[in-house]
């Protein structure tokens, strides 16, 4: 995690492992073609690159995916795979939020994930663009590209 990330909420910072309850993964053995790819950061800056947060998926039929912010506040909720959020003027850069997801794989499967993710719009420093893994860089079989994202370094 950051040491740099900005929390706004004066709350007890929630446990990253709060929206994981309840998630169902029934695919060991079953030899399901299913892929899910999380990346830990986006840029939603308006270039094009980056600039929604979603999972990347491969033989995915449904999915329940949904974001919150270090309050608890649920900021998006989509059951259409391949639909990100799209964070507009919501979003804080260099902060952490939150994904749930419990998707339905083509062989009627679930695989659930959870976990944290940062918005970027600078490097913060001491960290390198290649330390992020954003949605662009993944293929079927995980990472296989570089990203095309460009960004500049914090000051």
């Known amino acids: 995690m950051l040491a740099s990330v900005i929390q706004s909420c004066h709350k007890e910072r929630l446990e990253r492992t709060r929206y994981c309850d309840d998630l169902i993964t029934d695919t060991l053995g079953t030899g399901d073609s299913c892929r899910i790819y999380i990346p830990y950061a986006f840029t939603p800056n308006g270039d094009g690159v980056n600039d929604l947060f979603m999972p990347v998926a491969y033989h ?37 939020y939150y994904y749930r997801l419990q998707a339905f794989t083509d062989s009627n499967h679930r695989i659930g994930q959870c976990g ?36 500049g370094r914090c000051d």
């Open 60 to 96: 995915v039929k449904s999915w329940q995916f949904e974001i919150y912010d270090n309050c608890g506040e649920r900021l998006f909720y989509s059951t259409q795979p391949g639909q990100g959020w799209n964070a507009s003027s919501r979003v804080r850069y260099i902060h952490s």
């Open 116 to 151: 944290e993710f940062i918005a970027l719009d600078c490097i913060p420093s001491g960290f390198e663009l290649h330390q992020f893994s954003f949605s662009d860089q993944y293929g079927y079989d995980g990472i296989s590209y570089a990203t095309n994202e460009v960004i």
